[in-house]
Structures are given as C-alpha cells and as structure tokens.
T-cell receptor, first 115, second 111 residues
Framework: DAGVTQSPTHLIKTRGQQVTLRCSPK?????VSWYQQALGQGPQFIFQ???????QRGNFPDRFSGHQFPNYSSELNVNALLLGDSALYLC??????????????FGDGTRLSIL | DAKTTQPPSMDCAEGRAANLPCNHS???????VYWYRQIHSQGPQYIIH???NNETNEMASLIITEDRKSSTLILPHATLRDTAVYYC????????????FGPGTRLSVLP
C-alpha cells in the first residue's frame, strides 16, 4: 500500500523563477494539504484541496497556488521565487476533506533551495 | 498559533519509558489531541490521537487528563530510533480543519 509520494525530492532554483511540486496521495485518500517547513520550525499550512477545489488556505501570498486532478494527485506552484521560499514542502493526504478525526499522512517532502 | 505548549527538549535512556508532556489548557470539547513525530529529513509520522479516553496502539500510549487540559505521550521502551521531534496538536473534528504545528519537543534517546 503506497503512502504519500512527492517529487522531486530536491530542487534548486534561482530568485524570480517558478516551480511546480507534485504529490500523489495515499491509496484511498481524496484530500491533499500542503505545508511549508522552514529549517528548525514546525510545518506551516499553505492550503488544502478536496474535490479539485481549494477548500482552505493559510497565511500565504497568491504566489502560492495549487491544483488537484481527478485522480486526487496535486501540484503546488510557486511563482516569483524569493530567498525566503527555501524550505521543505510537505504534502499530506486524508479522506473526506478532513471531516471527522482521521489523521493526515505526510510524505517526506521536497527540499527547495533558492539561490 | 498553536494551541499547545511542550518542553523544547527532553532526554531519555534507551530501554526506558519516554513520557512527553503537552499542555492544552484552552482545548474545546470537540477538539482532538494528535501526536506526530518527525525524524530528521523525513515527513511527520502520525503516532496516535484521542478525544478524552486514553488510547494505545503499537507505537505508543496517550494519556489525557480528566479535565483534558493536558496529555502525555508514552513510548514504553524507547530506542535510539525514537530520537525525533514530537509534535502535540489539537484539532477540531470539523470540515477543512488542518494541523497547526508548534515547535514540538526534541526527544533524544541516549544509549
């Protein structure tokens, strides 16, 4: 039973560029949430996708956008990259739009470095 | 902001029980307590969650006080592989609610 998979594992970009990160949820899950984790800090919620729509958003600028596909996989896009966007980007999946008490399951993330 | 407070770090001897405390004095009646851990260079790993009763699974036990204002995660026989940052999170059982992570407790299991 495959867990949450993310690609790529590492990525290096320069300021001003755009990046796309990808996530495949755990088998049977239909909801994907994205988090940003700066070095030494806990993960910070970016947004959640359920039924191909953004359902909830954290305190992140519009440069951060996403998409969910009919197969429940998801992409995170970041435009006009800043040095401060350097972080570990985590994808978490769950079932039913986070209704109920079911936990989210996380992938191992994409390490994004901005030069 | 996270609704929980945890000690920044703890040590535990290998083979002994690790007891990780968490304070959530403002918890509401419909909020669950979740525990995750994060080993270096990996994503957070789900451990256990509960509402008001004590819970146990193959990884750990969760003890929630009767007033629900605090809880303790117990790793019964800590190993070196349990060295990680442990996060205690409260979350409403509600549509669209996501996890708000604090800085967690860095547990070091010592040989």
């Amino acid at each position: 039973d495959a867990g949450v998979t993310q690609s790529p594992t590492h990525l290096i970009k320069t300021r001003g560029q755009q990046v796309t990160l990808r996530c495949s949820p755990k088998s049977g899950h239909d909801t994907v949430s994205w988090y940003q984790q700066a070095l030494g800090q806990g993960p910070q919620f970016i947004f959640q996708y359920y039924e191909e729509e953004e359902r909830q958003r954290g305190n992140f600028p519009d440069r951060f956008s996403g998409h969910q596909f009919p197969n429940y996989s998801s992409e995170l896009n970041v435009n006009a990259l800043l040095l401060g966007d350097s972080a570990l980007y985590l994808c978490a999946s769950s079932l039913g739009g986070s209704r109920g008490a079911a936990p989210q399951h996380f992938g191992d993330g994409t390490r994004l470095s901005i030069l | 902001d996270a609704k929980t407070t945890q000690p920044p770090s703890m040590d535990c001897a290998e083979g002994r029980a690790a007891n990780l405390p968490c304070n959530h004095s403002t918890i509401s009646g419909n909020e669950y307590v979740y525990w995750y851990r994060q080993i270096h260079s990996q994503g957070p790993q789900y451990i256990i969650h509960g509402l008001k009763n004590n819970e146990t699974n193959e990884m750990a036990s969760l003890i929630i006080t009767e007033d629900r204002k605090s809880s303790t995660l117990i790793l019964p026989h800590a190993t070196l592989r349990d060295t990680a940052v442990y996060y205690c999170i409260v979350r409403v059982k509600n549509y669209g609610q996501n996890f708000v992570f604090g800085p967690g407790t860095r547990l070091s299991v010592l040989p």
